[in-house]
């Protein structure tokens, strides 16, 4: 990923995630696990767009089948399929979202709207907006953030 970067002014999610200020060369960063840094990757418009984004290539590239696209997602991201526990949290997690999404089409329409990138105008949009909080949770789990 390449963003720009002003020493006088770091990108704030990047000061959380313990980046060096770039005054010196840091052969290894301090590695810290923060609220904060779970409230970015939940919330921040970067990891929100990445995450629609994810869902609809989970759609797309998928197949039809609920659980296909969720090991294509574990696939991905991990190098693996979903664990039949990780298949049902997720499963409980989506029929919750595209409820809450199906009741209120304007929150779902204001989450898809978030960052630069335009959204796949074919798919449904509480739908899509399901896929996108299962995409975030698969994108925040420790295996994928954490190294090692």
């Keep these: 990923m390449y963003t ?6 770091p990108p704030p999610s990047m000061t959380i995630f313990d980046a060096p200020s770039r005054e010196k060369c840091v052969v290894q960063r301090a ?4 609220p904060l840094q779970a409230l970015v990757t939940l919330n921040d418009e970067q990891f929100v767009e990445a995450s629609r984004n994810l ?58 709207a978030i960052g630069e990138s335009v959204r796949d105008e074919g798919m449904e949009i509480a739908e899509l907006a399901a896929w996108t909080v299962i995409a975030n949770m698969i994108l925040n789990l420790d295996e994928v953030l954490t190294r090692g």
């Design 4 to 9: 720009y970067w002003k020493r006088s002014a």
């Design 31 to 34: 590695r810290t696990i923060t």
């Design 55 to 112: 869902a609809e290539r989970m759609f797309k590239e998928g197949g039809a089948k609920f659980e296909n696209r969720i090991h294509a997602a574990f696939r991905l991201n991990l190098a693996r399929v979903a664990t039949p526990q990780e298949l049902a949290i997720c499963r409980e997690v989506y029929e919750a979202q595209l409820a809450s999404f199906q009741a209120d089409t304007e929150s779902a329409k204001k989450y898809l």
